[in-house]
């Protein structure tokens, strides 16, 4: 399957901490994107990263890339209450042109 | 500048019946999805199309039908609804860019369907 898996499943932090998500896939890519769905919400894009990039910044948002280890890993630094969502990765690059291969989502609760 | 929309938002619908869901974008975007979301499955791509009057099927096509005709708009077709059919599903459209294969989908707000 080209879905990519999160890692963890459910990750529960107090406000200031970092927060990093893992992101696993098995074929091959030409990006991986990842995307934040609060809750009743559809999903809103965050950060791309090409096949060729090994890391990429965007905010608080830091996203890096290792294409030998089909992983990638998403961290939000001094988490905010509301960066309480689910986090998904999204794989590309696939024989479909446009596709995107989403994983299960890691489910993130930041406390105040 | 309004983006993705989706009529209804919910909808309860009994075994057999049948439903048009509709999605709507505004940004020109040439590709257009259809996806089902499920506890503990994520999101699984249903229908996509690639351009006005075409369409393609995606992981679980099953049990739907759609339709592209006029590049805005993308609809979703439940011909005779059951309950495994239960679902949030969403809308979403991209455009590419040179040198990606894929690039950012932008996400309608869902529509919630039971069926019962």
């Known amino acids: 399957s080209q879905q990519g898996e999160e890692d963890p499943q459910a990750l529960s932090i107090q406000e200031g901490e970092n927060a990093t998500m893992n992101c696993s896939y098995k074929?091959?890519?030409?990006?991986l994107q990842w995307y934040r769905q609060n809750s009743g919400r559809g999903l809103v894009h965050l950060i791309l990263i090409r096949s060729n990039e090994r890391e990429k910044h965007s905010g608080r948002l830091r996203v890096t890339l290792d294409t030998s280890k089909k992983s990638s890993s998403l961290l939000i630094t001094a988490s905010r209450a509301a960066d309480t969502a689910s986090y998904f990765c999204a794989t590309g690059g696939g024989s479909t042109l446009g596709r995107l291969y989403f994983g299960r989502g890691t489910q993130l609760t930041v406390w105040p | 500048n309004a983006g993705v929309t989706q009529t209804p938002k919910f909808r309860v619908l009994k075994t057999g019946q049948s439903m048009t869901l509709l999605c709507a974008q505004d940004m020109n975007h040439e590709y257009m999805y259809w996806y089902r979301q499920d506890p503990g499955m994520g999101l699984r791509l249903i229908h996509y199309?690639?351009?006005?009057?075409?369409?393609a099927k995606g992981e679980v096509p099953d049990g739907y039908n759609v339709s592209r005709l006029k590049k805005q708009n993308f609809l979703l077709g439940l011909e005779s609804a059951a309950p495994s059919q239960t679902s949030v599903y969403f809308c979403?459209?991209?455009?590419?860019?040179?040198?990606?294969?894929?690039?950012?989908?932008?996400f309608g707000p869902g529509t919630r369907l039971t069926v019962t």
């Open positions: 074929t091959s890519i030409n990006n």
């Open positions: 199309s690639v351009g006005e009057g075409t369409t």
């Open positions: 979403a459209s991209s455009f590419l860019r040179t040198g990606l294969s894929s690039y950012e989908q932008y």
